[in-house]
């Protein structure tokens, strides 16, 4: 304050609201009203009523937050919010709420309508790269996700799956949907849900088959049926009827529409030689039959068409008019070589 007749001296009538310096510099105690004195040496003053507005409570809430979300910030009188740097920070203007625009530092203040004013500094941190990757594997496959910044990876339901904390390999576990986060030291982090999806059931059915012959695999339906090596076994893509084409082994696949699936490994097991040897006698005369493959049983269904022995080879003499069927069959695999006697 001033005052043009020089020589006199400020005096505050209530130094408890408000006092006064040697200069007229008045300061605010506590809210009320004052009335400030100029008096001349004379005795004679000039006096004026100053009022001491309150000044909000100070600001409470989060002063950190991460670009994108959101904190809320309060003080206890009704006032209005304002940023110094909304490219930063922007504020609700009346209700305190902060949401992070770009890293760096924004000053939040709350004005009372006098003018007086509080004010905290708030800081945004950057958030990391959106993570990519794909967004769903098979229980027990891995896949990779990527995000930038030297954070550190974590998942919501171990679960459904575990996540390598630097790498970000993620390894599903059981079915089920959990979400992926990728956080930096100052807490900010970005979130990818990941859905973990089933195995089929386990193929059953019988694991081998003769060359020639077929075989039938199940699984729960749904699915596709295929074969990993068609020149050895062929599987039906619905059936699941696997036909052995030549020896050897083929993994058959059962894949489901999410692209998750099992497999078993089929035998497909080698027919013995040809039967060699006479097929056509006249009845009372005999025949030897013999196969080159060894380890197999000779066998014919009962039949009174011939009679038979097993020596070298299977022999045989007619008994009456008609045919007879003749087999031979390897003990390992089951496979089978069968001719007609024709007597």
Same mark, same amino acid.
């Given at each position: 304050?001033a005052?043009a007749?020089?020589?006199?001296t400020?005096?505050?009538?209530?130094?408890g609201?408000a006092?006064?310096?040697?200069?007229g510099?008045?300061?605010?105690v506590t809210?009320?009203?004052? =009335? &400030?004195s100029y008096t001349? *040496?004379? #005795?004679?003053?000039a006096?004026v009523v @100053? /009022? %001491?507005n309150? $000044? !909000?409570p +100070?600001?409470?809430?989060s002063?950190?937050?991460c670009v994108?979300?959101?904190?809320?910030l309060t003080?206890g009188?009704?006032g209005?919010?304002s940023?110094?740097s909304?490219?930063i920070a922007?504020?609700?203007f009346?209700?305190?709420?902060v949401?992070g625009?770009?890293p760096g530092t924004a =000053? &939040?203040?709350?004005?009372l *309508?006098? #003018?007086c004013?509080?004010?905290?500094v @708030? /800081? %945004?941190?950057? $958030? !990391?790269? +959106?993570i990519?990757?794909?967004?769903s594997v098979?229980?027990g496959s891995?896949?990779?996700?990527?995000?930038?910044g030297?954070?550190?990876?974590s998942?919501?339901?171990p679960v459904y799956?575990?996540?390598?904390?630097t790498?970000?390999v993620?390894?599903g576990i059981s079915a089920?949907?959990t =979400? &992926?986060?990728?956080?930096l *030291?100052? #807490?900010?982090?970005?979130?990818y849900? @990941? /859905?973990v999806n089933?195995?089929p059931?386990a193929?059953?059915g019988?694991?081998?088959v003769?060359?020639?012959?077929t075989t039938?695999?199940?699984d729960?339906g749904?699915g596709?049926?295929s074969s990993g090596?068609t020149?050895?076994?062929?599987?039906?893509?619905?059936?699941g009827?696997?036909?052995?084409?030549?020896?050897?082994?083929? =993994? &058959?696949?059962?894949?489901? *529409?999410t692209g998750?699936?099992t497999?078993?490994? @089929? /035998?497909?097991?080698?027919l013995?030689?040809?039967?060699?040897?006479?097929t056509?006698?006249c009845?009372?005369?005999?025949?030897?039959l013999?196969?080159?493959?060894?380890?197999?049983?000779?066998s014919?269904?009962s039949?009174?068409?011939?009679?038979?022995s097993?020596?070298s080879?299977?022999?045989?003499?007619?008994?009456s008019?008609g045919?007879?069927?003749?087999?031979?069959t390897?003990?390992?695999t089951?496979?089978?070589a069968?001719?007609?006697?024709t007597v």
């Amino acid at each position: 304050m001033a005052d043009a007749t020089p020589g006199g001296t400020w005096s505050s009538g209530t130094p408890g609201i408000a006092i006064v310096g040697s200069t007229g510099s008045v300061f605010g105690v506590t809210a009320g009203l004052a =009335t &400030i004195s100029y008096t001349l *040496g004379s #005795g004679c003053y000039a006096t004026v009523v @100053v /009022t %001491v507005n309150s $000044t !909000p409570p +100070p600001i409470t809430g989060s002063g950190t937050l991460c670009v994108g979300s959101t904190t809320t910030l309060t003080t206890g009188i009704p006032g209005y919010w304002s940023s110094g740097s909304p490219s930063i920070a922007t504020v609700g203007f009346t209700t305190g709420l902060v949401t992070g625009i770009a890293p760096g530092t924004a =000053t &939040i203040s709350y004005s009372l *309508g006098v #003018g007086c004013s509080v004010s905290i500094v @708030v /800081t %945004v941190n950057a $958030t !990391p790269a +959106p993570i990519s990757g794909p967004s769903s594997v098979c229980a027990g496959s891995s896949i990779t996700l990527i995000s930038s910044g030297g954070g550190t990876w974590s998942t919501s339901s171990p679960v459904y799956g575990a996540v390598n904390p630097t790498t970000g390999v993620f390894t599903g576990i059981s079915a089920g949907v959990t =979400t &992926i986060s990728y956080a930096l *030291g100052t #807490g900010c982090n970005a979130i990818y849900p @990941v /859905t973990v999806n089933p195995l089929p059931s386990a193929i059953s059915g019988t694991a081998s088959v003769c060359q020639g012959a077929t075989t039938t695999l199940t699984d729960g339906g749904g699915g596709i049926w295929s074969s990993g090596s068609t020149g050895i076994a062929t599987v039906g893509s619905s059936s699941g009827i696997v036909s052995g084409v030549s020896a050897g082994t083929s =993994t &058959i696949t059962y894949t489901l *529409g999410t692209g998750c699936f099992t497999t078993l490994p @089929v /035998t497909v097991n080698p027919l013995p030689a040809p039967i060699v040897g006479p097929t056509s006698i006249c009845v009372g005369s005999s025949a030897t039959l013999t196969d080159a493959t060894p380890g197999g049983t000779w066998s014919l269904p009962s039949t009174g068409i011939i009679t038979y022995s097993i020596l070298s080879g299977f022999n045989y003499t007619g008994l009456s008019v008609g045919t007879a069927g003749v087999t031979y069959t390897l003990a390992a695999t089951g496979c089978s070589a069968s001719v007609t006697v024709t007597v």
